[in-house]
């Protein structure tokens, strides 16, 4: 085909047509199948034979011999070109011809009669070479035999340029490496010389793109180069490889890569150009050390474990018959072939080949190549991830490279070439599909540790609209904040109080609570330091908690004799097994676990801590109003008091927490044989951390009292819950698959609401959605604080200055005039006998304004009197005459944010006017009087309330005439109008003060006080308040370290050390089976396990262990039966579930309480029937006749 070229005719486009139909020509099939590609039905132009299922050899050979012809056609016409002039028709007509073999770089209207050396840049160039990647990455290879470039580059963008010859520098030998993406097109048309008339031919191509160029390298050489011309040389050729692709000199295949060059641009690939393969690798070894943990669970003889271990008596249908194998694998690894293809290797740890099906500890493999490390290497094709995933395998274009795979340095003998023959085959039809089977192949990223779960949401946060992908945010400022804060956040209709507590927040109330019980230690069994707590809150009302730590642990050697191919069993470690010593960098383990309203006499928190604190306060507040209000005894006060208050916590349910392998991310703990040791003893030792903190409330994010008996007279309960409950918000759904990288820093962070209503209202139906105002700004807010316009602005605000109004009201109370004497008699609407018996008062009016800075209110009253007086003819007061009062007072309510808080301006004006008519005259005086305050939420050194008050003053307006019937109101103006100093702070500061100023009392963060900040009141008039720790309190809101240190102690040598903790119910993988009290292990499916029995006791529970060595003495009660509670609590401890239960039931505390066997049987004897079920779902023991024996 090439002969019949009309090579004499070496014009350009001519030149540049004939290269597009013969150079854009080839393109792969996948290497499943023959790489063949056809002209319609009848014209095949390429190879339909294959080489191991691969046509490669052949691709390159046939784009080699097409490179080398074109080369040789330019080296044959390189000699007889035009050199003398480079400005010459003949020149420039040979000139795309000649680019493989030489190159001049010209000016732009360049001069004629320059010589070679007056050029910029010159190269005559050797046979290119290609090297192939991949189906996406071709390596073009230059080598200059000859030639010179000139330092002063970027002169040569000038006109008629002309190179300085002093800065030209001899080029020799040099090699270049470009990387070259290869782009995918075709050619269609039909033409009847080819034949089957009719029919449309397609040609597909593969095109390299020389624009698109990567520097990989370049050897100089005999060259010295400095950096200068380096720099220069890469700018010419980058315009040689722009001159090629002019020319038309492309070039197609598809080959396997078979060269080292893929090693010089591996460290620079980016999946699509932005996924770092390094995840994908993180990805496949997290999920290869989870299937790893759970060899030793329910999940053994399952394709669960496909990453770690697989079994042929485990799949169904298995391509290789009559053949059984058992493999254990190391942790897969995966490197970029190109920015769309990647390579997998699975890495045998184990293989054995077994006689027949039934592999257990009975039987040995046959042969067992365990010791050969073989490597099985695929090429997998990347495309990009629907959905959640970041990116996505396609596992149908995955294919076996022999020469990524490794099989042993020499050549392996028959026998064993068999045996890899039936793992490629296994690998090829089975394995591949059971990775897709369990999702293996969608890339979610990794799990979010707590130093990167996102960005800083105190400074910022971001908006999408709903229909935007997960990647797009848009950044607010402070100021967008705080508008959308004022302008569209609201309390939830019919609640009248809410607190928020966002993700953020609730990670600022652990992260502070973290110094004193950041250690975890018992002596030389562990040493594990906490470095961070974090939550991350999920749509189903969930949460998950990430605790990073690093530290020591001893893990039992592990047993030489041990069957590889057999289930691996755990054991805690014990001081006297023989351990190693492991140190540990930072993991992540992840639990996801319940948040739960509970009540505070089903709380267990030993030490002395704020929250006691604060129900101490609430009920001695309540006794001394029943004591002073009411006409209780000491006695009855105390009992009413108890049933009037009580406390409401909002906690991290650590009971609940179920260990997330997805979200967990144990990389640190290596890929070797130690690594599973490693990886369950943390996971023992993690919960009972988690146990440990709840016995001390460290589990507690919030706490409000709940008023029993409300009163809405008094300012002590006003803003104190009568019902309350809570929700978990989040603006997009969040779940366990989307708490990854790339899905979790752009979504809005999710809030914790708590709403109720004060006053004894009716709770009413929720149907809040999550909003963008109710997340905390400032640094150090814990929560976001709503109390709603009713309660605050209504009634503290409006309500109480409506007697401010009445003060200020003048009412004309008598007018007369007696022998030329006016009396005038001026009183105010509160003095008035009539007009303070009013019902409605002086009411607050809303007045309609155009800004959106501001609220207003005004109160207008009016009194206007007209009289009209005639006696004998000798009477003086004969005549007209009237009084006039108007009364006009204004309260601006802003509704913008000021960092120094709140300032509502009270502002007040009454006039007073007289005159009338006498002898024929009109006569008229008036006065204005005006008077006004700022009250002031001042948030510059904690909330305070300021009030800067303005004089009253008095002043005439106008008058129309003076003689000796006018009469100047201005004295009894004054009198009248004055209100006293101290009656705002009577009426409506004193009151703000007690509630606003200090610690907030309607509420802590569990064990920790807070106080109000940064107040602004919305478009809707409600107030909203961030809570920050109140850091003044008199009581530290941590125990001592030296009293968490002697807990631990204790706690680990009672109860793990004396065998009474046998299987502790925290952490357990979800989904995955129970452990009841006893260490029952319960694998039931939990859709299997029916409908819960009474008493809580689960369908196929299994009865209760027997008691340990240790079990105290019998009771001496008959009748009672023993609590199987494996944990003894405290005297009168509860469940701290929300359910009631008796006030002395003897349930489960939420941690192990530090207590002598005695004391558990003392109570499990004196404990009612209902309250003897155990939790994990263990019946009760029945009553029996005999004295009931106490369990461990």
Known sequence: MFATAPLVERDGPVWQEWLAFFSYFLHPSPSRNPYSRTIDTTLTLV????????????????????????????????????????????YESTRYIRALREFHFLTRRATTGLREDDLFFSAKFAMPELKFLCNHTVFLRLNIESGHLNLSYKDSAKLSARADHSKNIALKGVEVVFALPILRSNISGRDEKIGNLGARHLIQMMIFALDQEKFVRFTLGDNKLSDDAKEAFQFYLKHYLLFLQTSGNHSVLRTESTDELRQLIRKDIR?????????IAQFYQMHWQNACGKRNGPAWG??????????????????????HFFINFHSPTVEPLCNQEVIIKFHIKELGFFEKAGIDETVNPKVDLSDQQWQFAFIVKCVKAEGLGVVTLDLDTARFSRFDSFFGKGEPIEQTKHYIDLMIKFFSHDYIDILARFSLHIILGLPLSPDNSGRDYAAEWTETEENEGDHFARKHTHAMMWSERIQNTAIYPGCHEVVALSEETINRVLRSRLETVREWQIGKLFSINILDLKVR??????????????????VRKREKSLKWWTRLFWLRPQPTDQLDSVDFEAVTLAYEVDISKVPHDFLIVEV???????YETWTHHFWNWLCSHTRHTHTEATTVEKQAVHLMHFALNFKSARYVEELSNVTDLGTDDTSLEKLNTIRQYIPEYLAALTHYGHNILHTVPICKLPRTDEPLDLFAFTDVDYRVLTKKEITIDTCLNFETLETEIPLVVIYGVTGGAKMPTFSGKWAAGWQAVGRESVGTLGLSREIFLQRYILDQLKTVNAMTTIVPKNVDVVDDV?????????????????????????VKVDSLDFMEYEWKYRDEWNHEHEGHHEDTANGEYYLHCNTKNTLIVPTMFDPKGVELDLRGETIVKVGGKHNGQKWSRSTIGTWGAKIKLDTSNGLKIVVDRIPIQVKPAAETCTDEWTFDPSTIHLQNLSLKSDALDALVIGQLRFLLESSW??????????KLRAPVITRAGDLICELDLDKDMVRPPMLEVAEWVKYRTRWYSEWVENGRLKAWGYGQVRGEYTVDKDGKVDTTPIADRGVPKPNGAANKAVDPAPAP???????????KAADPTPAPAPAKAADPTPAPAPAKAAAPAPAPAPAKPADASKDSATAPANGAAGTNGTAAPQPAPEPAKATA
């Open 271 to 279: 999946i699509f150009d932005k996924v770092d393969p390094a995840l």
């Open 822 to 846: 006016w009396h005038v008699d001026l009183t105010t609407w509160y003095l008035h006998p009539t007009r303070n018996q009013s019902k409605v008062g002086c009411q607050w009016k809303p």
């Open 47 to 90: 190879f339909i034979m294959c080489i191991d299922g691969n046509s490669g050899p052949l691709s390159i050979r046939y784009v080699t011999a097409q490179l080398e012809a074109l080369w040789r056609n330019a080296n044959d016409c390189a000699p007889h070109a035009a050199h003398y002039d480079y400005k010459s028709n003949e």
């Open 608 to 614: 002395d801590t704020v929250v006691k604190d604060y």
């Open 1109 to 1119: 060595a240790k079990a105290a003495a019998p009771a001496p009660a008959p009748a």
């Open 537 to 554: 809150l999920l749509t189903s009302g969930k949460a998950i908690i990430y605790i990073q730590a690093n530290g020591m642990i001893s």
């Open 1001 to 1010: 009392e309607y509420c802590v963060m569990g064990i920790q006080s807070i």
């Open 302 to 323: 399952k394709l669960d474990l496909c990453l770690a271990t697989i079994c042929s008596d485990w799949i169904n249908g298995c391509s290789l018959e009559n053949t």
